[in-house]
């Protein structure tokens, strides 16, 4: 259960125990690059993004104990990243429409028939609104509740669970999907 021992290890944080906030740098690190570099394809930006984020955690020294150590850093680099894209590009009047990008090559996989499913799909992913990609991403890519959903993109728990389901159907409809 790495839940359970994020959360022995940000008490432990919360002790001054700095070892324990670099092992939960380590541990998030690959995750909230991909997620980062998703949102920013600027990787020098997404990477101090990362830094500023920890030093920030660790300059805070008493930090609040958390339900979800994972929303709760996703969500602070996506508003750090929100904050540094504000200078260098428009960015859409709802801060909750991001530029939010799933690769193709996240779908491709080993036969041939789910390679053709997953291109199709790929292709439809494409035509979602960038809240329900990053939507479908944090469900199922990150398997994120949508409580942790709801934090991390500062929305209504009915809109996350809405707005999954209309992309699910939608890419039913184009797309032969499995049932869930």
């Not at 929100?82 to 036969?111: A, C, M, V």
């Not at 707005?163 to 797309?175: F, M, P």
Request: glycine share 2%.
């Amino acid at each position: 259960m790495q839940a359970h021992s994020d959360h022995i290890l940000w008490d432990s944080f919360r002790q001054g125990n700095k070892n324990a906030l670099a092992e939960l740098f380590e541990r998030y690190y690959d995750m909230l690059h991909q997620y980062g570099i998703k949102v920013c394809r600027d990787t020098e930006m997404v990477n101090d993004s990362l830094q500023d984020l920890f030093i920030e955690i660790w300059q805070q020294r008493k930090p609040a104990p958390l339900l979800s150590i994972q929303a709760y850093l996703i969500r602070a680099l996506r508003y750090k990243l929100i904050r540094s894209l504000k200078g260098q590009q428009p960015l859409p009047s709802d801060p909750t429409e991001l530029p939010f990008e799933i690769s193709h090559e996240s779908f491709l996989i080993q036969t041939e028939q789910d390679r053709a499913t997953v291109s199709a799909l790929a292709e439809q992913l494409g035509l979602l609104s960038p809240k329900q990609r990053e939507i479908i991403f944090l469900r199922f890519y990150q398997h994120l509740s949508y409580r942790e959903i709801c934090e991390i993109m500062n929305i209504e728990y009915q809109v996350a669970r809405n707005q999954l389901s209309i992309a699910i159907k939608r890419l039913r409809s184009l797309v032969k999907l499995p049932q869930y």
